[in-house]
């Protein structure tokens, strides 16, 4: 049996903030019945306004969730409020077998995940496509179209630099829509994403020029290293490629670890959602990035509750450092001691930002961990300062602005602690926390 | 190093370029000249160029370069530098961290209990959409009897769901004494980081920042230099700990308060009332402001055993008294022919309000401040019983009953609250002292609870729950038996009467929040569906159904909670675990 869940990790699933809230609701044993758990699943028949209750499943070892409900929404808050009331209420799921409802479904998930980690290494393993010819032939075609969407761009730059940054406050967003359009045309969503962050520029407040300027030289870097790839060092020719958007399997040697879930929060934009998730490898050391994703509006498929441990395989792709990984299967949450990782003083945070640029000069964060810090209030706003008082890394304006700031500084009370979060040119962006009480716990912070 | 032109908001971060002279440098987003080094000189160069355009102003840098390539010699030498500078970046100085919040030696929530507090605080963030309530329990509406448990326990909330429950206070007042209670020392260390808990600073909830009441110079400091709120919640508190040394404190500076406030202190001294602020209430008798003159006299009335309690007792029945000429006994009353000075230096309001004659207002005024126990002599030994059956002459009696039930509830005297408050199965329009159920309400209140329960009890059994509401209101919780099984079953019949169960929705919120967590079991068999009648309306089972579960889950997520908070204790034995139930060790 997979192990219980709490209610915080639990709501950590929803899809969005309305699940959340419907939900923690159903999670009391009012609208429940049947209910019931065994061979690492819970289920039960959940009350609601139509006449025949929703018979509702969740393989806790996926987690994956099964419910006849009509909602779009996964999961959904009848598998949400089933969780919760497992987590809240002891006596209100008791182990029983599976019913006949059920029980097809969760063979075939476990026939599934039996199967599921050889496919995957088959996949991993250097087998060809079908028609290996015709693959390399379409691969060319879109590196042929990323170089020409890539000349393009370098020239839009040349025709920006040539007139002036000063002409692209007046010339506004069209411009750049337009290219990032282009882009999106030429099969590189890496460069039309550069591209829209330069539009956001002009206009985003005081030193404004300086930052476009940044950011022009560093698109201007990925264009001409694309051009030049092939001359490049394999691995700093992986890294190229990534950024510009061209997606390379998980091919990396799998680790298997026991995953400490650090942090997850999801960005979007008009067209996609994109999640992050930050894993801590207990015994490896190692950090992973996950990355899942959802079109607009809908929420990205995986969801890892923060502070759970989970015992599995990451697959790590080529470039940016190997941060970006892939979660294997199966991937169990599993009843295991959750500390921090080990982390240093606020100089360090920037030596290791500072050495991870060396192999990709387009990071604009890299993840650390500081001991031993305290927040304090800066004339700029707050930042994270070493226990000896000397030196500081400033909060990324964002940072300052969310809850989860006060959060932090609530747990710190004034006293040092160990925070997790992304370090870049822009300042510390904390994720997590854990307090010296209580040093298995880790309290998210976004 | 760093120079003053340097905007505060752009200080980010030092860098130490590598191979530069200069050690550190403050750099900062805008285009500031701030230090020497050939690295920094063509940086500026290099935005210079791009602001206006290598076409105006070829960059300097890059010498014998082709004129057509300038735009990308000038990104490649931005590239480099962009680089260069943030693996070059190093941390900057440390400001001074705010002094540690003080220690809060309370005990930690055990962590069931951490959860539910978070997910009651999330409940409150995210309300049921307005409408049907469905069968889910109210999440916003147990956060009070949680909050109060908890504090009784001696628990502290958790440290990282301090911003969560200030946010929850500044929406909601009713809940900030509990809460800011429950955030303690560190919650108090929070808010004054945050202009927006400066509400947890200020007024009565400030708890933490008032001097102690033992301590006599930061109250004297306080008293004679604090704002008016921080006077009124000092002498408040002082009062609490110690009534004598409130009255001393409030007895020091009487003379010298304006008027507005004198009044607002006076009724501070509701509170811990006894017959020792006598003289400074009689003295109070004589104020200028007749407010404060009518507050003094009301807060002596309640004293029975003072001078003014003897002086309206001698104007009372002088009033009212039995008629020596009738038949069978029989009250008589002559109302006051005029209300003199010493009359309305005691208190006595002379000119009555619209629509009401000025000698019946008279005595309604002298019945109610004068003590209760001078009737029993003036009607032969008589008890409350016997004096509230008398029959009243001359249309007198509402005007003498409803007198005596302000004077029962304001001495709090259960013996003619019981008498006046009657049988609860006698409908509530022939009542015998008053028809009104906020009247009634206050008259219950002045009962013990089981006998407050007993009598809401009978009353509900008598006649349903359409005028319940306001007497559950004074009832303790949870709701002792009889009184929860009567609300039950009147909810039941209700059903069965086939209305809908919105008629009842304000006491259905009072059961889910006051019905013994017990009584789940009782009301199981009522969440069913039942078949629709032919005479009821339709959908109605279906509703109730719906608000019968709702009532149990709540009731189980009450019994939840507690048992959460109870954790690791062992049982009180006296009250079997009720929410009333006593702090712990």
Same mark, same amino acid.
């Given at each position: 049996?997979?192990?219980?869940?709490?209610?915080?990790?639990?709501?950590?699933?929803?899809?969005?903030?309305?699940?959340?809230?419907?939900?923690?609701?159903?999670?009391?044993?009012?609208?429940?019945?049947?209910?019931?758990?065994?061979?690492?699943?819970?289920?039960?028949?959940?009350?609601?306004?139509?006449?025949?209750?929703?018979?509702?499943?969740?393989?806790?070892?996926?987690?994956?969730?099964?419910?006849?409900?009509?909602?779009?929404?996964?999961?959904?808050?009848?598998?949400?409020?089933? %969780?919760?009331?497992?987590?809240?209420?002891?006596?209100?799921?008791?182990?029983?077998?599976?019913?006949?409802?059920?029980?097809?479904?969760?063979?075939? =998930?476990?026939?599934?995940?039996?199967?599921?980690?050889?496919?995957? =290494?088959?996949?991993?393993?250097?087998?060809?496509?079908?028609?290996?010819?015709?693959?390399?032939?379409?691969?060319? =075609?879109?590196?042929?179209?990323?170089?020409? !969407?890539?000349?393009?761009?370098?020239?839009?730059?040349?025709? #920006?630099?040539?007139?002036? #940054?000063?002409?692209?406050?007046?010339?506004?967003?069209?411009?750049?829509?337009?290219?990032?359009?282009?882009?999106?045309?030429?099969?590189?969503?890496?460069?039309?994403?550069?591209?829209?962050?330069?539009?956001?520029?002009?206009?985003?407040?005081?030193?404004?020029?300086?930052?476009? #300027?940044?950011?022009?030289?560093?698109?201007?870097?990925?264009?001409?290293?694309? %051009?030049?790839?092939?001359?490049?060092?394999?691995?700093?020719?992986?890294?190229?490629?990534?950024?510009?958007?061209?997606?390379?399997?998980?091919?990396?040697?799998?680790?298997?670890?026991?995953?400490?879930?650090?942090?997850?929060?999801?960005?979007?934009?008009?067209?996609?959602?994109?999640?992050?998730?930050?894993?801590?490898?207990?015994?490896?050391?190692?950090?992973?990035? %996950?990355?899942?994703?959802?079109?607009?509006? =809908?929420?990205?498929?995986?969801?890892?509750?923060?502070?759970?441990?989970?015992?599995?395989?990451?697959?790590?792709?080529?470039?940016?450092?190997?941060?970006?990984?892939?979660?294997?299967?199966?991937?169990?949450?599993?009843?295991?001691?959750?500390?921090?990782?080990?982390?240093?003083?606020?100089?360090?945070?920037?030596?290791?930002?500072?050495?991870?640029? !060396?192999?990709?000069?387009?990071?604009?964060?890299?993840?650390?961990?500081?001991?031993?810090?305290?927040?304090?209030?800066?004339?700029?706003?707050?930042?994270?300062?070493?226990?000896? !008082?000397?030196?500081?890394?400033?909060?990324?304006?964002?940072?300052?602005?969310?809850?989860? #700031?006060?959060?932090?500084?609530?747990?710190?009370?004034?006293?040092?602690?160990?925070?997790?979060?992304?370090?870049?040119?822009? !300042?510390?962006?904390?994720?997590?926390?854990?307090?010296?009480?209580?040093?298995?716990?880790?309290?998210?912070?976004? | 190093?760093?120079?003053?032109?340097?905007?505060?908001?752009?200080?980010?971060?030092?860098?130490?370029?590598?191979?530069?002279?200069?050690?550190?440098?403050?750099?900062?987003?805008?285009?500031?000249?701030?230090?020497?080094?050939?690295?920094?000189?063509?940086?500026?160069?290099?935005?210079?160029? /791009?602001?206006?355009?290598?076409?105006?102003?070829?960059?300097?840098?890059?010498?014998?370069?082709?004129?057509?390539?300038?735009?990308?010699?000038?990104?490649?030498?931005?590239?480099?530098?962009?680089?260069?500078?943030?693996?070059?970046?190093?941390?900057?100085?440390?400001?001074?961290?705010?002094?540690?919040?003080?220690?809060?030696?309370?005990?930690?929530?055990?962590?069931?209990?951490? @959860?539910?507090?978070?997910?009651?605080? /999330?409940?409150?963030?995210?309300?049921?959409?307005?409408?049907?309530?469905?069968?889910?329990?109210?999440?916003?509406?147990?956060?009070?009897?949680?909050?109060?448990?908890?504090?009784?326990?001696?628990?502290?909330?958790?440290?990282?769901?301090?911003?969560?429950?200030?946010?929850?206070?500044?929406?909601?007042?009713?809940?900030?004494?509990?809460?800011?209670?429950?955030?303690?020392?560190?919650?108090?260390?929070?808010?004054?980081? +945050?202009?927006?808990?400066?509400?947890?600073?200020?007024?009565?909830?400030?708890?933490?920042?008032?001097?102690?009441?033992?301590?006599?110079?930061?109250?004297?400091?306080?008293?004679?230099?604090?704002?008016?709120?921080?006077?009124?919640?000092?002498?408040?508190?002082?009062?609490?700990?110690?009534?004598?040394?409130?009255?001393?404190?409030?007895?020091?500076?009487?003379?010298?308060?304006?008027?507005?406030?004198?009044?607002?202190?006076?009724?501070?001294?509701?509170?811990?009332?006894?017959?020792?602020?006598?003289?400074?209430?009689?003295?109070?008798?004589?104020? *200028?402001?007749? +407010?404060?003159?009518?507050?003094?006299?009301?807060?002596?009335?309640?004293?029975?055993?003072?001078?003014?309690?003897?002086?309206?007792?001698?104007?009372?029945?002088?009033?009212?008294?039995?008629?020596?000429?009738?038949?069978?006994?029989?009250?008589?009353?002559?109302?006051?022919?005029?209300?003199?000075?010493?009359?309305? *230096?005691?208190?006595?309001?002379?000119?009555?309000?619209?629509?009401?004659?000025?000698?019946?207002?008279?005595?309604?005024?002298?019945?109610?401040?004068?003590?209760?126990?001078?009737?029993?002599? @003036?009607?032969?030994?008589?008890?409350?019983?016997?004096?509230? /059956?008398?029959?009243?002459?001359?249309?007198?009696?509402?005007?003498?009953?409803?007198?005596?039930?302000?004077?029962?509830?304001?001495?709090?005297?259960?013996?003619?609250?019981?008498?006046?408050?009657?049988?609860?199965?006698?409908?509530?329009?022939?009542?015998? $002292?008053? /028809?009104?159920?906020?009247? @009634?309400?206050?008259?219950?209140?002045?009962?013990?609870?089981?006998?407050?329960? $007993?009598?809401?009890?009978?009353?509900?059994?008598?006649?349903?729950?359409?005028?319940?509401?306001?007497?559950?209101?004074?009832?303790?919780?949870?709701?002792?038996?009889?009184?929860?099984?009567?609300?039950?079953?009147?909810?039941?019949?209700?059903?069965?009467? $086939?209305?809908?169960?919105?008629?009842?929705?304000?006491?259905?919120?009072?059961?889910?929040?006051?019905?013994?967590?017990?009584?789940? @079991?009782?009301?199981?068999?009522?969440?069913?569906?039942?078949?629709?009648?032919?005479?009821?309306?339709?959908?109605?089972?279906?509703?109730?159904?719906?608000?019968?579960?709702?009532?149990?889950?709540?009731?189980?997520?009450?019994?939840?909670?507690?048992?959460?908070?109870?954790?690791?204790?062992?049982?009180?034995?006296?009250?079997?675990?009720?929410?009333?139930?006593?702090?712990?060790?």
């Amino acid at each position: 049996m997979g192990v219980r869940m709490t209610v915080d990790q639990v709501l950590a699933l929803a899809p969005d903030e309305a699940s959340r809230s419907a939900g923690s609701k159903l999670g009391t044993a009012g609208p429940w019945s049947g209910t019931g758990s065994g061979e690492g699943a819970v289920w039960g028949l959940c009350r609601g306004s139509g006449s025949a209750p929703y018979r509702t499943a969740v393989d806790t070892t996926g987690p994956a969730y099964l419910c006849d409900c009509p909602s779009r929404r996964s999961p959904c808050k009848h598998a949400l409020g089933l %969780l919760v009331l497992q987590a809240t209420d002891g006596t209100a799921v008791e182990d029983a077998t599976v019913p006949e409802w059920a029980a097809p479904w969760l063979a075939a =998930r476990r026939g599934r995940a039996e199967s599921a980690p050889l496919e995957t =290494r088959a996949g991993a393993a250097p087998e060809g496509p079908a028609d290996p010819e015709a693959a390399r032939r379409r691969a060319e =075609r879109r590196a042929a179209r990323i170089t020409s !969407g890539a000349q393009e761009l370098e020239q839009r730059l040349a025709d #920006l630099l040539r007139g002036g #940054l000063a002409t692209a406050e007046q010339s506004g967003y069209g411009l750049w829509e337009e290219t990032a359009a282009r882009m999106v045309d030429a099969q590189a969503p890496g460069l039309a994403g550069r591209v829209r962050e330069l539009a956001s520029i002009p206009g985003s407040g005081p030193g404004w020029p300086v930052r476009l #300027l940044e950011e022009c030289a560093l698109t201007h870097l990925l264009d001409r290293a694309w %051009l030049a790839a092939d001359r490049l060092p394999a691995p700093f020719a992986a890294t190229v490629r990534t950024r510009v958007g061209l997606t390379a399997p998980a091919d990396g040697a799998p680790v298997r670890d026991h995953w400490l879930v650090l942090a997850q929060y999801d960005a979007a934009d008009a067209r996609l959602t994109t999640r992050r998730i930050w894993l801590h490898g207990t015994t490896s050391g190692r950090t992973a990035l %996950l990355l899942s994703f959802g079109a607009a509006g =809908r929420a990205p498929r995986l969801a890892l509750p923060v502070g759970a441990v989970f015992d599995g395989e990451v697959m790590p792709y080529a470039g940016s450092g190997r941060l970006r990984a892939e979660p294997g299967e199966p991937f169990v949450p599993v009843a295991a001691p959750a500390a921090a990782p080990p982390g240093g003083p606020v100089g360090a945070a920037l030596d290791a930002y500072g050495r991870a640029l !060396g192999e990709d000069p387009w990071l604009d964060s890299w993840p650390v961990t500081l001991s031993e810090v305290v927040p304090a209030r800066a004339e700029y706003g707050w930042q994270l300062a070493d226990a000896d !008082g000397r030196e500081a890394l400033p909060l990324t304006p964002t940072a300052q602005s969310r809850p989860g #700031l006060w959060r932090l500084v609530a747990l710190s009370g004034g006293a040092p602690l160990t925070v997790f979060g992304e370090c870049g040119h822009r !300042g510390f962006t904390p994720l997590a926390a854990w307090s010296p009480e209580a040093p298995g716990e880790t309290v998210p912070l976004i | 190093m760093e120079k003053s032109t340097t905007p505060p908001t752009t200080v980010v971060l030092t860098t130490t370029a590598p191979g530069s002279a200069a050690p550190t440098a403050t750099v900062s987003a805008a285009a500031v000249p701030t230090a020497d080094g050939a690295d920094k000189g063509l940086w500026e160069e290099l935005v210079t160029s /791009a602001l206006l355009g290598t076409d105006r102003r070829p960059p300097a840098g890059p010498a014998g370069t082709a004129a057509g390539d300038l735009p990308g010699a000038l990104l490649d030498a931005a590239a480099l530098h962009t680089v260069r500078r943030r693996a070059g970046l190093r941390p900057g100085p440390a400001a001074t961290p705010p002094d540690p919040a003080p220690e809060d030696p309370r005990r930690p929530l055990p962590p069931a209990a951490r @959860r539910r507090l978070d997910q009651l605080l /999330a409940g409150r963030a995210a309300p049921s959409p307005a409408g049907r309530r469905g069968a889910a329990p109210d999440l916003a509406e147990l956060l009070p009897q949680w909050l109060a448990l908890a504090n009784e326990r001696g628990y502290k909330a958790p440290a990282a769901g301090l911003p969560a429950l200030l946010d929850a206070a500044r929406a909601r007042t009713d809940l900030r004494p509990q809460a800011l209670r429950l955030a303690g020392p560190r919650g108090l260390w929070l808010a004054r980081l +945050n202009p927006e808990w400066r509400f947890a600073l200020r007024g009565a909830g400030a708890g933490g920042s008032l001097p102690a009441p033992g301590d006599r110079e930061a109250v004297r400091a306080l008293w004679d230099e604090g704002l008016f709120a921080e006077r009124v919640a000092l002498l408040a508190a002082v009062r609490a700990e110690d009534p004598a040394a409130g009255l001393a404190l409030l007895a020091s500076t009487w003379s010298a308060e304006r008027a507005e406030d004198r009044l607002m202190f006076v009724d501070s001294l509701r509170s811990g009332l006894s017959a020792a602020d006598e003289e400074f209430l009689e003295a109070a008798l004589g104020d *200028r402001s007749r +407010n404060v003159r009518a507050t003094a006299a009301e807060l002596l009335s309640a004293l029975p055993a003072s001078a003014f309690a003897g002086r309206m007792a001698a104007r009372a029945i002088t009033c009212v008294g039995l008629d020596r000429t009738a038949e069978s006994p029989t009250i008589t009353v002559e109302a006051p022919h005029e209300c003199d000075t010493a009359m309305q *230096r005691d208190g006595l309001v002379a000119s009555p309000p619209a629509g009401r004659g000025e000698r019946s207002w008279w005595l309604g005024q002298l019945v109610e401040a004068a003590p209760l126990s001078c009737w029993p002599p @003036r009607f032969r030994g008589r008890g409350p019983e016997e004096i509230v /059956a008398l029959p009243v002459a001359d249309d007198w009696r509402d005007e003498l009953h409803a007198a005596w039930c302000r004077a029962a509830v304001r001495q709090r005297d259960a013996g003619w609250s019981r008498a006046l408050l009657g049988s609860p199965a006698i409908p509530p329009a022939t009542g015998p $002292g008053t /028809a009104s159920l906020a009247e @009634r309400a206050q008259l219950l209140s002045t009962l013990p609870p089981g006998e407050r329960a $007993g009598w809401v009890a009978s009353f509900i059994a008598a006649h349903g729950l359409s005028e319940a509401f306001q007497l559950l209101g004074v009832c303790e919780v949870p709701w002792a038996e009889p009184l929860g099984g009567a609300v039950i079953d009147a909810l039941d019949i209700a059903r069965e009467a $086939g209305s809908y169960p919105w008629s009842f929705s304000g006491v259905m919120g009072l059961a889910e929040r006051c019905l013994a967590p017990e009584a789940a @079991r009782q009301l199981e068999s009522l969440t069913a569906r039942p078949d629709e009648a032919e005479d009821t309306s339709p959908g109605a089972g279906g509703y109730w159904s719906e608000a019968f579960q709702r009532l149990v889950s709540t009731l189980r997520l009450r019994a939840a909670m507690r048992a959460e908070l109870l954790d690791g204790e062992p049982p009180p034995d006296s009250v079997g675990g009720h929410l009333s139930a006593p702090p712990g060790p």
